[in-house]
């Protein structure tokens, strides 16, 4: 059995490791609190842009814009969005491991012939250049006020390596935010933009009616096409922030009663050792007594 001071120093110990835990879900929850905010203002946007931007695309046409050009997708990119800091459960780590299975599962089956990852936050980074794998770029963690910089950043180099053939397909890996308990990590095709279902596949005429480009269809792909990419990315990045706040504020919060927990435990095994030293103590006094007398 530990001596008492191993025990007592124990019990400070953590203590203070509680004490911080504490801090951090409160930390964390603030942060929820304004990640949230701004995904749910987000969201109705980046869908009304999607659905725009796949409507003109169905009327379109893949000869009228190089985004909209569907290609073999030997080669593809997979944009993966981490945090910079851990302590937040398996956020991280099965997003990483979701891509990595994704890229293989992909390549086992003649799909792709090469996967880069695109990777933002630094525990992304280190997960990747561990186990040595393409990664191609690598850029610092997102938060709600450089969401949108770190889109424009991300959209700009996608469209780029796209357009000019390095790649034939760009994939979003991120986890999206479904409640304070709950974040999905997920992958969505982002690039080819894919054109919506005609109206004779949804059982409805809305495929027959033709939409009138003014200035002209050029123009206006050209300037729609980029802004959706640069929406979904913005989405994406600010759901990963909310899940990230989430994931933490879950964690510490574990953490803290786990610490209550072992604070109980270890404070009844200090009271039973002190306990017991102090009865071995009374133990010797009324030996050494009785030895006195005979």
Known sequence: MPSLKAVRLRIASVKSTQKITSAMKMVA???LRRGQDAIVAARPYAKTMSDITSEVAARAGAEDHPLLQQRAGRRIALVVMTSDRGLCGGFNTNLCRLAQRHAEEKSKAGDIDECRYEVVGRKGRDYFRRRKLNMTRELPGATGE????RAKELAAAATEEFLNGTVDGVWLVYNQF???MSQRPVIEPLLPVAAAQSGKDAGGDA???EFLFEPGKGEILDYILPMYVETQIQRALL???????GARMTAMENATKSATEMIDRLTLQYNRARQASITKELMEIVGGAEALKG
């Open 146 to 149: 450089t969401a949108l910089a």
């Open 239 to 245: 759901e990963s922030v909310a899940s990230e706040s």
């Open 29 to 31: 929850a603030a942060k």
């Open 178 to 180: 479904k409640s304070v």
């Open 207 to 209: 495929g027959s009616s």
